[in-house]
Structures are given as structure tokens and as C-alpha cells.
């Protein structure tokens, strides 16, 4: 059964329009909620009738107050996580366009290690309330439903939800799955406690976009067993790269375009971290893990951190950049599962990313490349990174070399 509980203002139009394309879904879905109180009634008892029918009136409340919601005066809603209502409407707008979810369910690294761990560990879901946020399509809600859970709560602010709630009739799981239009950090949920909460919140280099935050405010709010959230390890390492290829292609291009020196654009190439693919040819260094993140006990603060790395080199070469990845666990004494994203990895649409230096630097065999790289939030927009590297060289056959180099994840 579906329930759209609260929608932010913002959309109001989009979901009127919705309401529109799709009377004859909602329609269907008051057929579907009779026929199956109706149904039911031929094997139950009683006090079973009474309860699908209190659930039934129950739903049918929930949607007519979404309706009524529809029609409010619009009313600004302040936000505590982003500095402007425009940068979080923009955020979320982007997860309408379907190539976006096109791309992430594609990608079978993903959804793959998430349908195993879903389907493989029926004693985790199997009668419990599950909650998903950040549902999108729905795809985790249905696993979940699929896996016996006894309710799916799946939460998005993205108008996508929408297509969601068609997708999730389509596939007969009404009568388990309900989804909720709205921030994790503003609705009011259709129960009081949740068993399980499942997520796909990871960005690039893993805290890109922020979403972790959000996962952390649904555990502390709802979660009933902190250990319950999946996946719940997480990490993040650093390894560095050597590509004069890569390093052409993207830095001294800008030095000749055409006749044409563009040493401006060029200075903005060592502020971006670069999102990319990283060729496991080109890794010339060690890994080192940079941080760590147990579901269970991760506070916000958490997300903002300095940390330490050592490097060592694997081969006399020129080190072109650092390069940052992120490892994810599902742990369960059934049925575990990993993966990673790094170069070493099957490709994944995080990819890896990547931070080139403005003067690379000449290293040899054994040679440790050690400092410090720290997280921060963008003051402007908290769902960016600014991300700060102090390292040194540590070499028997070189000078001293010493990188101070400040870089964007936008």
C-alpha cells in the first residue's frame, strides 16, 4: 500500500501534475486496497478482518492527507544541513533525471552486493520493519520485500518517488512497501520504530553529497538496534598514481589550445578533484586506509576529520597525483558481502578520484610519500568537499620535497 506522507512545498506543482497523469493508478490502488481487505476476509478471523481493515482506512487517511498538503499555502522551509533551500532543491532535482538511476542500477558491482546481502540474509529481514532512505527507484525497498520483510518504508525528497510508487503497484508489493515524499530529517513515519535500515548513500570518494549525514539522523531517530544499519563498514584509503598520459591529457592540455595558452583554466584543474577511472598500471604506490566508519556508532562530527597517510613507492617512476577510493562491508555471520571501488576493483560508477599535483614528483623504489589529508565540508554547500593535503617526500637519492595543495569535490 502506498502512501505519499509529506511533501515539501517546493514540489507542490510537480506533485499536482503527478496526481493528474496518474488518476487512473490511484484509482487502481483504491481497488487494489478493497479487493484486498476483500479477499482477506474469506480466511480470517475477526480480529485479523479488523486489522486489514483498520490498515486499509489507515492508508486511505495518508493519502488524503497528501492531497490536502498539495493545496497548502507555500511556505518557505528552512533547512539545517545546506546553506540555501535553492542549493538543496538543485540537489535533489538532479535525481529525477532517470539516466542517474539508469547509471547506478547498471552498475552491477552495486546492485548486485546489495541484492545478495538483501536476498541471502533472510534472517535479517525476514518479518521485520525495513526502512530505505534515499529509495529512488525502490529497487532496495523490493529486495527487502522480497526477502520477507513485514513493512518496507522507503523515504525520498526526489520526485522520482513518484515513478517509485507506480514501479513498486507494478510489481504487486503495495501491500508491503510504503513510500514517503520528503526530507528523512522532516517526515513523520507510519510506525513508531524500524528493525533494519538499508541505504545506498555513498558519493565519490564515499562522503561526497553528504547523504551519510541523513542516514545517521534516520538510526538515532527511528533504528531500533544501531548495529542494524547495512551496509555498516565502510572505509577510505588513498594510494598514489603515475600516468604522464593522464597527467597531458587533463593538466598541460590547457598549456596550447589551438595556438592558445589557457593558464587560467589550467590553475582550476588543480582545485578540482577529479572524478575519474584509474588504470591499475598507473597505481605505483601502496594503499593506506584514511578513515574509518562504523554505521553503528558514526556521529555527523565524524564526517569532518584529519588524517594521517604513509605511501610507499613500488618503483622508480614520476608521481603524478593521490588517489582516493572507498571499500564497503555488509556484515553478517550468514551471508557477508564486499566490495570496492578502487583501480584494483571492477569498475564501478564512483570510479575513483582523483587529485593531481601541480608539480609532480620524481620517486624511487621504497621511497615514503607521508602526511596528512583532511575532510571538510563546503561552508557554502555542506553536500561538497574541501579536501587538504600536506605530504612530504622521504627519499635517500632526492631533496626534500614538501606539497601543501588545497582541492574541491563539487
Known sequence: MLCCNTISMGTRKAAIAHLHRNSTSLRRLTLRTIELVASRTRDLSVEEYEQALSQALSELASMRQAVKELFKEDQAVPTKRVATSEQEDGYFSTYTHFSIHEEMLKDEVRTDAYHRFITQNPSIFKDKVVLDVGCGTGILSMFAAQAGAKRVIGVDQSNVIYKAMDIVMENGLSNKVTLVKGAMEEVQLPVEKVDVIISEWMGYCLL???????????????????????????????????????????????????????????????????????????????????????????????????????????????????????????????????????????????????????????????????????????????????????????????????????????
Not at 563498514?233 to 598541460?252: F, H, N, T
Not at 593521490?322 to 570510479?351: A, I, N, R
Open 208 to 410: 561526497f553529497e553528504s547523504m551519510l549525514d541523513t542516514v545517521i539522523v534516520a538510526r538515532d531517530r527511528w533504528l531500533l538496534d544501531a548495529s542494524k544499519v547495512y551496509p555498516n563498514q565502510c572505509s577510505i584509503s588513498l594510494v598514489a598514481m603515475g600516468s604522464k598520459m593522464e597527467y597531458d591529457s587533463r593538466v598541460c592540455f590547457w598549456d596550447d589550445v589551438y595556438g592558445c595558452k589557457m593558464s587560467a583554466i589550467k590553475e582550476e584543474v588543480f582545485l578540482e578533484a577529479h572524478v575519474q577511472c584509474v588504470q591499475p598500471h598507473d597505481v605505483i604506490s601502496t594503499s593506506d586506509v584514511v578513515k574509518k566508519l562504523n554505521m553503528a556508532t558514526v556521529k555527523v562530527p565524524d564526517l569532518g576529520f584529519k588524517a594521517p597517510f604513509t605511501l610507499t613507492m613500488l618503483n622508480d617512476t614520476i608521481c603524478h597525483a593521490l588517489v582516493g577510493y572507498f571499500d564497503v562491508s555488509f556484515d553478517s555471520m550468514q551471508y557477508p558481502v564486499y566490495f570496492g571501488t578502487g583501480p584494483m576493483d571492477t569498475p564501478t560508477h564512483w570510479k575513483q578520484t582523483v587529485f593531481y599535483l601541480k608539480k609532480p614528483i620524481a620517486v624511487s623504489t621504497g621511497d615514503l610519500l607521508a602526511g596528512t589529508i583532511e575532510f571538510r565540508k563546503n561552508k557554502e554547500d555542506v553536500r561538497c568537499l574541501d579536501i587538504y593535503v600536506t605530504m612530504e617526500l622521504s627519499s635517500a637519492d632526492a631533496e626534500h620535497v614538501k606539497i601543501e595543495q588545497k582541492f574541491y569535490l563539487h
